[in-house]
């Protein structure tokens, strides 16, 4: 191929894929309320957006969900990962697995599979239920990322640091964790994004009482272009560019 | 050495139990209701049957069942020839243009595809930016129908999905050491040679992973088909959710979406064969 | 040298059917300076990583001071180590990478912060104290290292390949260091090295080692000029292996037939009429004499009256100080001489296609029995 294919194939591509953004963004400032036509620049749909109530307590739902979910995610998969990398214990290997399994399963099965042990434990749906899915979803991604972290590590150095005396929990605190927060940090962010992003999954595993920005969007959306979904819609890009850089930052760092 | 002990064995019982209550427990019990029987007020009934699975072979599921693993498979397939040149040419790309390419993949992988998925309403309604541009351009006289087809929904999966086909082959192809190809080219193979017999088999776990990141999703998506596809488009996806939110029908939702996760398994023991074949160790 | 500080019994291990040690039996006096010798794949560092108690034996018994160290984690260990890649904690500065054993075994900061500042200057660091290890040369970095294991006193160091990363000067230069700072601090070193050289410039004894068993344990001086076979010969420096057969015995040494000519030889070990041996000489050992000055030259003739093999030159080696000679002998084997030069000449003495005479000094060879 050579360098001119080459770049216009690399642009089609992404004009494809930033084209409908782009018209979505435009929109989002156009005075005009249905029509492609452009009527003039505005805020107005921004302005619209914040006087929305029903909109604000999703959207902050969903932000205390994704940094809850992305916490304890954190706390396991790094858990589970410093595990693999460690210990060498009976189902190793199936852990692995499952992880992976778990990484692999499509939302709607995650979803729906919870759903039945939520209704089997007779738990109502709600905040909890949609933060123990979230989770779930994210722990696998999390235990991934940190865990290629570990596989950088020269393993003598977790030998140095038992041979000068330190106990697992010490090598744990004051060696892998330090060393492996770059990791951790990104896997939070991930995640982060993770949850934010989520729509089959919180479909599933949330009540009406705690209703979740991309379930709200989804039932506006299904009643056609709203110019203020448009608006929220690129507030939600502009978070998930922001993580997205910032993760990438971290990984890149010290390689 | 007390507390090391204590601290290992607390992690891995911790992990251990979190992977059986959150991994395996929702899937047994999913598969045991499978096998139960749908009870008018109380959703199910303790009765073990096979009917949810014998009624998946119904003419009417059946086809609906076709449509969407052909819908997935088509979708899969244009993913892979068109992402993989592009993947490629992001992978050969020099350093600092690559790493800008790459970023651009990663915006719209980690955008939610539900925004995504509502973007592209924009794009190909009658009055949208596509119809609009192609008037003006003289190309067509009157709109196209494209915004509640079955060819919305196709461009809708390829849409949301392309990144997720893209950043696996990516990884596997920045991977794939240069001269492995240049010495295939030096002991007289042709590049449609190396191609095929260095540069394919060394990317197959990207191509394989990426794949099933396409395919699976295009399986389970129900807001694309909802919101591009219109009322009447039925896939496995919203046939899953109908089961569960309107039909009520918990051992046929269920069924299905054991169906689904088979199909899913069968993958992952392609993928796994795939990568002993190649002598490589599983990677999450 | 008192007692002894590690006492290795029978200690056998093996990887996936792969046996790494074969019943390895060994004890190391307190005080001493060991080093374990070999190629990559003979156990050397599978027994340093057991002493460590990074590895788990599958048979024999291991003590250290006496006690049983089976079962014990190296964080319990009297023993420290300094790592092949240095390991140090890349997310510390020098001081805490130093202090770190001390602070999790929960010394006070000012007893941390002293004994931190002497292994600095044992190890004259003080400047870079608070450098991050990726900001160090590598000498630097090895000298982390070492600091890192001594601050905590241990019984024993071990040291697994440690200058293999540096080179050849710097390498040098910390053999010497090494050396100087196991006098200084009076504890048992354990080193693993496959450069013999290495390993006779610094220890009190080397243990050759191959496929898991031990070879020969001794003095370098030992290793080298009495090498028990032929293995420990040629892994230690260059070596000449001529083949002959015992042909009568005298009082103190044999009279043997060596590629076709008659010789006498000295040698400790017990030898039949009739036996098949290897006779074993140094590159260095031998003697040679052009033909041509001989003939002319009767006092030079009677200095080499011994020389008794007849060879052809077939290439010389410039080495700096010394010249290597090739010469093929009159029956076809190929042996290499070392010669020092003639300070008087400015050419080299032996030219290729020089009819030579070839001697040694005598009582330098190494009669071995012959083997296959």
Same mark, same amino acid.
């Given at each position: 191929m050579n360098k001119f294919i080459k770049a216009a194939y690399a642009?089609?591509? /992404?004009?494809?894929?930033?084209? $409908?953004?782009?018209?979505?963004?435009? /929109?989002?400032f156009n005075a005009s309320k249905y029509s492609l036509s452009w009527k003039g620049f505005t805020f107005k749909w921004y302005g619209i957006l914040l006087s929305n109530t029903a909109l604000l307590d999703a959207a902050i739902h969903s932000l205390t969900i994704a940094i809850t979910s992305a916490t304890v995610a954190c706390?396991?998969?790094?858990?589970?990962?410093?595990?693999?990398?460690?210990?060498?214990?009976?189902?190793?290997?199936?852990?692995?697995?499952?992880?992976? =399994?778990?990484?692999?399963? $499509?939302?709607?099965?995650?979803? =729906?599979?919870?759903?039945?042990?939520?209704?089997?434990?007779?738990?109502?749906?709600?905040?909890?239920?949609?933060?123990?899915?979230?989770?779930?979803?994210?722990? $696998?991604?999390?235990?991934?990322?940190?865990?290629?972290?570990?596989?950088?590590?020269?393993?003598? =150095? =977790?030998?140095?640091?038992?041979?000068?005396?330190a106990s697992e929990y010490q090598v744990f605190r004051h060696i892998v964790l330090p060393m492996a927060m770059p990791g951790l940090i990104a896997g939070w962010l991930l995640s982060f994004t993770l949850s934010l992003d989520d729509v089959i999954i919180s479909f599933f595993t949330t009540g009406p009482t705690y209703e979740v920005l991309p379930l709200r969007i989804y039932s506006m959306v299904r009643l056609g272009i709203k110019p203020d979904v448009n608006a929220l819609s690129v507030l939600m890009i502009i978070i998930t560019v922001v993580a997205v850089t910032m993760s990438r930052r971290l990984l890149k760092e010290k390689k | 050495m007390k507390d090391s002990l204590i601290f290992r064995r607390l992690v891995i019982s911790g992990i251990l139990g979190w992977i059986a209550l959150f991994g395996a427990i929702p899937v047994l019990l999913l598969t045991g209701v499978s096998f139960l029987q749908r009870h008018p007020s109380d959703l199910i009934e303790a009765v073990f049957s096979m009917e949810s699975y014998a009624r998946l072979s119904d003419p009417a599921i059946g086809s609906m069942l076709f449509k969407s693993i052909m819908m997935a498979t088509m979708a899969t397939l244009l993913c892979l020839l068109i992402g993989y040149p592009f993947a490629y040419i992001v992978a050969r790309a020099n350093k600092c243009h690559a790493r800008t390419m790459l970023l651009f993949v990663m915006i719209p992988f980690w955008t939610n595809t539900l925004i995504r998925t509502y973007a592209l309403v924009a794009v190909l309604k009658a009055d949208g930016f596509l119809n609009t541009a192609l008037i003006f351009l003289g190309i067509i006289d009157a709109p196209l129908k494209i915004m509640y087809t079955q060819t919305a929904v196709f461009i809708g999966l390829i849409y949301t999905l392309l990144p997720f086909m893209v950043l696996p082959l990516y990884a596997a192809i920045e991977k794939l050491d240069h001269r492995l190809l240049e010495a295939s080219r030096d002991l007289g193979a042709s590049r449609w040679t190396t191609f095929k017999k260095i540069t394919i088999p060394l990317t197959m776990p990207g191509i394989v992973s990426g794949c099933m990141l396409v395919f699976l999703p295009a399986l389970g998506m129900f807001y694309i088909p909802d919101i591009l596809g219109g009322a009447r488009t039925m896939f496995l996806g919203n046939f899953v959710r109908d089961q569960f939110l309107i039909a009520r029908d918990l051992p046929m939702g269920a069924a299905s979406s054991i169906a689904m996760t088979s199909l899913m398994g069968i993958m992952l023991l392609i993928y796994y064969r795939n990568l002993r074949r190649s002598g490589r160790t599983v990677r999450l | 040298m008192g007692h002894n500080v590690i006492d290795i019994a029978g200690i056998s291990k093996s990887f996936d059917g792969e046996v790494a040690l074969e019943c390895f039996t060994l004890s190391i006096a307190d005080g001493e300076f060991l080093t374990l010798l070999g190629p990559s794949g003979c156990g050397k560092t599978t027994i340093l990583r057991i002493i460590g108690g990074f590895e788990e034996h599958d048979s024999g018994e291991i003590r250290i001071d006496g006690?049983?160290?089976?079962? %014990?984690?190296? *964080?319990?260990?009297?023993?420290?180590?300094?790592? @092949?890649?240095?390991?140090?904690?890349?997310?510390?500065?020098?001081?805490?990478?130093?202090?770190?054993?001390?602070?999790?075994?929960?010394?006070?900061? &000012?007893?941390?912060?002293?004994?931190?500042? *002497?292994?600095?200057?044992? %190890?004259?660091?003080?400047?870079?104290?608070?450098?991050?290890?990726?900001?160090? &040369?590598?000498?630097?970095?090895?000298? %982390?290292?070492?600091?890192?294991?001594? %601050?905590?006193?241990?019984?024993?160091?071990?040291?697994?390949?440690?200058?293999?990363?540096?080179?050849?000067?710097?390498?040098? @230069?910390?053999?010497?260091?090494?050396?100087?700072?196991?006098?200084?601090?009076?504890?048992t070193f354990i080193l693993v090295t496959h450069d013999q050289e290495e390993a006779f410039t610094m220890s009190d004894r080397v243990v050759v080692m191959d496929h898991g068993r031990i070879v020969q344990v001794g003095s370098p001086r030992t290793i080298y000029e009495e090498p028990s076979n032929l293995y420990v010969a040629s892994f230690v420096g260059e070596i000449n292996v001529l083949d002959g057969v015992i042909k009568s015995r005298g009082e103190c040494n044999y009279v043997a037939e060596v590629e076709g000519v008659t010789v006498v030889v000295k040698s400790k070990r017990d030898f039949k009429e009739g036996d098949p041996i290897h006779l074993l000489l140094r590159p260095e050992d031998f003697r040679v004499e052009v033909m041509q000055d001989l003939e002319e030259s009767p006092t030079l003739a009677k200095k080499f009256a011994k020389a008794l093999l007849k060879g052809t030159v077939d290439r010389t080696y410039y080495k700096g100080a010394t010249y290597d000679v090739d010469i093929t002998l009159a029956d076809g084997k190929r042996i290499l001489v070392t010669e020092f030069f003639d300070e008087d000449s400015d050419s080299l003495y032996f030219n290729p296609g020089d009819r030579v005479a070839v001697g040694w000094f005598e009582g330098w060879e190494v009669v071995l029995p012959h083997e296959g």
């Amino acid at each position: 191929m050579n360098k001119f294919i080459k770049a216009a194939y690399a642009g089609l591509v /992404y004009i494809f894929l930033y084209l $409908p953004l782009v018209v979505m963004a435009a /929109y989002s400032f156009n005075a005009s309320k249905y029509s492609l036509s452009w009527k003039g620049f505005t805020f107005k749909w921004y302005g619209i957006l914040l006087s929305n109530t029903a909109l604000l307590d999703a959207a902050i739902h969903s932000l205390t969900i994704a940094i809850t979910s992305a916490t304890v995610a954190c706390l396991i998969g790094t858990l589970a990962a410093f595990m693999l990398q460690q210990y060498r214990f009976k189902g190793r290997k199936a852990v692995f697995g499952s992880l992976f =399994i778990m990484m692999m399963t $499509p939302d709607i099965v995650i979803g =729906i599979s919870l759903l039945v042990m939520f209704l089997a434990a007779g738990m109502a749906l709600g905040f909890w239920t949609l933060l123990m899915a979230h989770v779930t979803l994210c722990v $696998p991604f999390v235990a991934a990322t940190v865990y290629s972290r570990f596989r950088g590590f020269d393993n003598s =150095i =977790i030998e140095a640091a038992k041979d000068l005396g330190a106990s697992e929990y010490q090598v744990f605190r004051h060696i892998v964790l330090p060393m492996a927060m770059p990791g951790l940090i990104a896997g939070w962010l991930l995640s982060f994004t993770l949850s934010l992003d989520d729509v089959i999954i919180s479909f599933f595993t949330t009540g009406p009482t705690y209703e979740v920005l991309p379930l709200r969007i989804y039932s506006m959306v299904r009643l056609g272009i709203k110019p203020d979904v448009n608006a929220l819609s690129v507030l939600m890009i502009i978070i998930t560019v922001v993580a997205v850089t910032m993760s990438r930052r971290l990984l890149k760092e010290k390689k | 050495m007390k507390d090391s002990l204590i601290f290992r064995r607390l992690v891995i019982s911790g992990i251990l139990g979190w992977i059986a209550l959150f991994g395996a427990i929702p899937v047994l019990l999913l598969t045991g209701v499978s096998f139960l029987q749908r009870h008018p007020s109380d959703l199910i009934e303790a009765v073990f049957s096979m009917e949810s699975y014998a009624r998946l072979s119904d003419p009417a599921i059946g086809s609906m069942l076709f449509k969407s693993i052909m819908m997935a498979t088509m979708a899969t397939l244009l993913c892979l020839l068109i992402g993989y040149p592009f993947a490629y040419i992001v992978a050969r790309a020099n350093k600092c243009h690559a790493r800008t390419m790459l970023l651009f993949v990663m915006i719209p992988f980690w955008t939610n595809t539900l925004i995504r998925t509502y973007a592209l309403v924009a794009v190909l309604k009658a009055d949208g930016f596509l119809n609009t541009a192609l008037i003006f351009l003289g190309i067509i006289d009157a709109p196209l129908k494209i915004m509640y087809t079955q060819t919305a929904v196709f461009i809708g999966l390829i849409y949301t999905l392309l990144p997720f086909m893209v950043l696996p082959l990516y990884a596997a192809i920045e991977k794939l050491d240069h001269r492995l190809l240049e010495a295939s080219r030096d002991l007289g193979a042709s590049r449609w040679t190396t191609f095929k017999k260095i540069t394919i088999p060394l990317t197959m776990p990207g191509i394989v992973s990426g794949c099933m990141l396409v395919f699976l999703p295009a399986l389970g998506m129900f807001y694309i088909p909802d919101i591009l596809g219109g009322a009447r488009t039925m896939f496995l996806g919203n046939f899953v959710r109908d089961q569960f939110l309107i039909a009520r029908d918990l051992p046929m939702g269920a069924a299905s979406s054991i169906a689904m996760t088979s199909l899913m398994g069968i993958m992952l023991l392609i993928y796994y064969r795939n990568l002993r074949r190649s002598g490589r160790t599983v990677r999450l | 040298m008192g007692h002894n500080v590690i006492d290795i019994a029978g200690i056998s291990k093996s990887f996936d059917g792969e046996v790494a040690l074969e019943c390895f039996t060994l004890s190391i006096a307190d005080g001493e300076f060991l080093t374990l010798l070999g190629p990559s794949g003979c156990g050397k560092t599978t027994i340093l990583r057991i002493i460590g108690g990074f590895e788990e034996h599958d048979s024999g018994e291991i003590r250290i001071d006496g006690q049983s160290a089976t079962n %014990v984690p190296p *964080e319990s260990r009297a023993v420290n180590t300094v790592f @092949q890649s240095y390991a140090l904690f890349p997310h510390m500065d020098v001081y805490d990478n130093i202090a770190f054993g001390l602070h999790v075994a929960g010394k006070s900061t &000012s007893e941390i912060c002293e004994a931190v500042q *002497e292994a600095l200057k044992l %190890v004259r660091l003080e400047k870079v104290k608070h450098k991050m290890p990726r900001e160090l &040369s590598g000498g630097q970095q090895q000298r %982390v290292a070492i600091a890192r294991a001594i %601050v905590n006193k241990p019984r024993v160091l071990l040291l697994d390949e440690p200058l293999s990363a540096l080179d050849y000067r710097l390498r040098k @230069q910390m053999q010497k260091e090494l050396k100087e700072l196991q006098r200084t601090l009076g504890i048992t070193f354990i080193l693993v090295t496959h450069d013999q050289e290495e390993a006779f410039t610094m220890s009190d004894r080397v243990v050759v080692m191959d496929h898991g068993r031990i070879v020969q344990v001794g003095s370098p001086r030992t290793i080298y000029e009495e090498p028990s076979n032929l293995y420990v010969a040629s892994f230690v420096g260059e070596i000449n292996v001529l083949d002959g057969v015992i042909k009568s015995r005298g009082e103190c040494n044999y009279v043997a037939e060596v590629e076709g000519v008659t010789v006498v030889v000295k040698s400790k070990r017990d030898f039949k009429e009739g036996d098949p041996i290897h006779l074993l000489l140094r590159p260095e050992d031998f003697r040679v004499e052009v033909m041509q000055d001989l003939e002319e030259s009767p006092t030079l003739a009677k200095k080499f009256a011994k020389a008794l093999l007849k060879g052809t030159v077939d290439r010389t080696y410039y080495k700096g100080a010394t010249y290597d000679v090739d010469i093929t002998l009159a029956d076809g084997k190929r042996i290499l001489v070392t010669e020092f030069f003639d300070e008087d000449s400015d050419s080299l003495y032996f030219n290729p296609g020089d009819r030579v005479a070839v001697g040694w000094f005598e009582g330098w060879e190494v009669v071995l029995p012959h083997e296959g």
